[in-house]
């Protein structure tokens, strides 16, 4: 199970318990479940508008999803990622901090989301 607190200046933090190693739990799908109100329009990874920032809250680190095409192409255009924050990501296998919560997939570890 994967404790995630969700994190938004105008809302109460809410932390909610999900189900990990299904691989088919998305942030956003959670948010929504929960009555978390994530802002979204497409849900399909296509125009950024579900941003997030994710913070690990596990000492043993990060083991979350890595990024997909969609994400890497979506977080560049929206000035959160850099080539070369990309290229880092790949080659030290640690994912970058923004994600789109419509493609983050929910891993067996606690973690903040910031929206």
Not at 49 to 68: H, Q, Y
Not at 105 to 113: A, C, M, S, Y
Request: overall charge negative; some cysteine; hydrophobic content about 35%.
């Amino acid at each position: 199970m994967a404790n995630i607190t969700f994190s938004n200046p105008s809302y109460r933090d809410k932390t909610v318990y999900a189900v990990a190693g299904s691989h088919t739990e998305t942030i956003l799908s959670i948010a929504r479940e929960y009555k978390v109100p994530i802002e979204f329009n497409c849900g399909d990874g296509e125009c950024g508008t579900c941003v997030i920032k994710v913070t690990s809250l596990d000492e043993k680190g990060r083991m979350s999803s890595f990024l997909t095409d969609k994400e890497k192409l979506v977080l560049k255009q929206v000035g959160k990622l850099t080539a070369e924050d990309i290229e880092k990501a790949g080659v030290s296998d640690i994912p970058p901090q923004w994600r789109l919560a419509c493609q983050f997939i929910v891993r067996d570890e606690d973690i903040l989301v910031e929206y």
